[in-house]
């Protein structure tokens, strides 16, 4: 279905008037269509990789631009065809001339994520890879960039590629027992083939496990402070904000996120997300808030518990903490306003609370202890990631393939179980491969790549 | 004052993302600084005009990007200095990493239009050349794009350069007679003098008259629309713009203008506005608005007189007419409402208004000859612009240094009429060649040099 014989142009660089803009085409006739509209040198007749400045004309001889084209030969290019990349000047007029103009010679204008598009079709990238390039392009943290990156330079499809093997391995043994199936031998022992199952879905496991923290980390950590009125829960927040913002205004020109609250601590992006206060409900309108509060904490991948260590009892804190505790999100206990220096009262809670939490003493008026609030935050996000190295899912269709590739195990492990035959087996196993395999592509459908590619940018 | 010892850095591409982004670096430095965190080639063995894959990586070994570096030694590149051009992937994240890198490793961040400065200070382009890159940048129709264009190839500065050298034959002939001051002689015959500084002012006026149109071209040529309630003034202003619209949105994510009226006529950009009607006042409100009308006509370019022909009288409309009109600025009368057919009375203005000003009859509503009265706005322009090809002035710097120029030759003409004597001929002749000097930079300041290049953004 896709027509890989036509040559698509494209603005590779965002909209708008800058010192230069890049268009990009590809395709077999790529530098022949610049080479009929560029005066300066025979393009056809230059080495790939080189830069080559001249005009551009139009029919009418008219100058579009003084431009410089970069010529890339295939299958050395992005997409692994003929890609021609034209730096001109960075003007709205002059981008659309020159694309127009490249229209007119031939070139069709490029959909939503065609060049990568064509890497992959040209197998210049697999398909985790070619999702990667988006993640990374949006990326807005250390972490999530070094995650993307890690991704588009095949990490993940390194750990699929693995699994993928581990179950060829597996779907060997049986199918060579189907090659003797009337002869009713088994070559594998079933105990072994269980074991052999349960380990590979160990991995699978272990991936989708890490879906959790890789999205989080893609998304920002969903983080609820939350804790009774005049807590000093904005305080805290204007405190663990102030110094950040100042770093991200360093660099004049760079996007700032819109969301007041994100915060960014050693490269992971913290959503920060304000409540009201927690407290018996005396109306109805009240009750509303205390709702919303409640609804925020379910969401929220990590809470921030903070309390007025002076005007709050042990008892008090111990029931709010019940009320907002939730498995799998970790609770951070701030004891605030401490410059009121009340430490014989702040240790009565360390023995009422240490069951139920971690608790730290601070005063965000101060900003006592803020700093090591931030690093707390930090190392609950890394807690149960046992591996920095390790291999993180962030894609939520990568995270639906294993679930679907571990249930397809679950059939096998029932199969063995069940002392089913083994065709029947075996396409249990098949099942499982091909999710692997949408994961990187070696099994796609049109419909698949449509919907990846369709929410890339013109141009990528 | 200015260093050009030192390496600087600055993204060229549009902030935002995209596929790609491209920063620059310029310098002695450019290259080993790149090659300090790239790795894939040595650079610095590389040629000119080349492009190279590979890994840009920080201190700690940590990829930022991978990306696409071009080597452009001096002096073959934009600044004339070592140039690498670094295309990394277009997130905001990646770009603001990199630059933080090269600056960490020995780049400085390039501050408004310094990178076109250098090339200034480096001979690449003169100063006229430099500012017409940033009108180029910001020319958002054919016309001002072409005049752009012509000027950043120097057209400007040829002419200059032509009328600098007339200017310099004529004062080699007075110095001449300076050297031989004490003589008393004459070498040049006065009348001779007047006439060769009457042809040069020939010259500089005719630059100076392409102003009006040069800076109209630029900024777009200011249309008023007027005429008295119900003449269809809104129906014609929707007439002219329809079709235009369509044409402008035809390429997906052309930046469109923002000011609604905004009219493209065979590239050139008329600046399309409305106006309240004009009559007799009856009421205060209604004359403040009859107040603005008339400002808004002080201060157009070009003039549509819009009248029912059905309801208005010819005497009416020369009344009008007679309001409105203004020296130097062009009016068309547009007789609408001709889909009512009132041929005869049609009839009746022609012999009324030929004497004061064109007359096209038109339909708004059934768009009858609404073409042809684009036709003829755009005639209007290219009126007294005798040569299609000739240099016209767009710049308010050059326009006034022009006028200079031409009144220190006012003062060498005062000059030779009251016999003074040669060295304060020589000094006038000076002072005008200076002015013309300031254009193209052959003489120019640092105050001056900021003004120009504080204007442009960083990157170019």
């Known amino acids: 279905m896709y027509d890989l014989t036509d040559t698509i142009v494209a603005l590779a660089t965002p909209n708008g008037e800058g010192a ?13 269509i610049c080479d009929d509209v560029f005066f300066g040198k025979n393009l056809g007749k230059q080495d790939t990789h080189t830069a080559h400045f001249g005009t551009v004309r139009d029919e009418e001889g008219r100058i579009v631009d003084e431009v410089l084209i970069t010529i890339f030969k295939n299958p050395k290019s992005y997409t692994g065809e003929d890609v021609c990349e034209v730096s001109c000047h960075g003007s709205p007029f002059i981008i659309k001339e020159l694309i127009q103009l490249f229209v007119r010679k031939g070139a069709r204008l490029a959909r939503k994520g065609e060049f990568t598009l064509r890497a992959f079709l040209n197998g210049k990238m697999d398909l985790s890879q070619a999702e990667a390039v988006a993640d990374l392009i949006a990326s807005h943290s250390e972490s999530s960039h070094d995650m993307a990156m890690k991704q588009m330079r095949g990490g993940v ?27 009713d031998v088994e070559f594998a022992d079933r105990t072994a083939l269980r074991n052999l199952v349960q380990k590979i879905q ?44 100042a ?60 309390f007025d260590v002076v005007e709050t009892s042990p008892e008090e804190v111990a029931e709010d903490i019940r009320k907002i505790k939730r498995d799998e999100v970790s609770i951070l206990a701030v004891a605030n306003k ?40 930090y190392q609950s996000v890394l807690e149960g990631k046992a591996d920095a190295s390790s291999t993180l899912i962030s894609n939520a269709r990568h995270y639906e393939a294993l679930q679907k590739s571990n249930e397809s195990l679950n059939d096998v492990l029932t199969g063995l179980d069940q002392g089913i035959t083994q065709d029947f087996i075996a ?30 940018c013109i141009g990528k």
Not at 20 to 32: D, E, F, N, P, W
Not at 264 to 274: A, E, K
Request: no cysteine; aromatic share 6%; glycine share 8%.
């Open 20 to 32: 230069i803009g890049v268009i990009r085409l590809s395709g077999g006739k790529a530098i022949s």
């Open 338 to 377: 401490m410059d009121l220096n009340p430490y014989t009262k702040a240790e009565s809670f360390v023995s009422e609370l240490l069951p139920l939490g971690q608790i730290i003493t601070a005063s965000a008026l101060n900003n006592m202890n803020v700093e090591y609030l931030k690093e707390r935050l």
């Open 202 to 245: 160990g991995l699978i496991r272990a991936l989708i496990d890490s879906f959790r923290l890789g999205n989080a980390i893609k998304e920002g950590i969903s983080t609820v402070i939350a804790g009774r009125p005049n807590a000093g829960k904005s305080t805290l927040l204007n405190a663990l904000l102030n110094e950040d913002r």
């Open 157 to 183: 499809s390194d750990e699929i590629a693995h699994l993928r093997q581990e179950l060829i391995d597996f779907a060997a043994l049986i199918e060579l027992e189907l090659d003797f199936g009337e002869e």
């Open 427 to 456: 396409m249990d196993i098949r099942r499982s491969l091909t999710f692997l395999g949408e994961i990187t592509g070696e099994i796609s459908t049109d419909d698949l790549l449509d919907s990846i590619f369709s929410r890339f």
């Open 247 to 306: 770093i991200v205004s360093e660099i004049a020109g760079t996007t700032r996120d819109t969301i007041e609250e994100t915060l960014n601590i050693n490269g992971v992006t913290f959503r920060l997300i304000d409540t009201a206060g927690i407290r018996d409900a005396s109306d109805k309108i009240e009750a509303i808030g205390v709702r919303k509060t409640m609804e925020k904490i379910q969401q929220s991948a990590l809470l921030i518990y903070v």
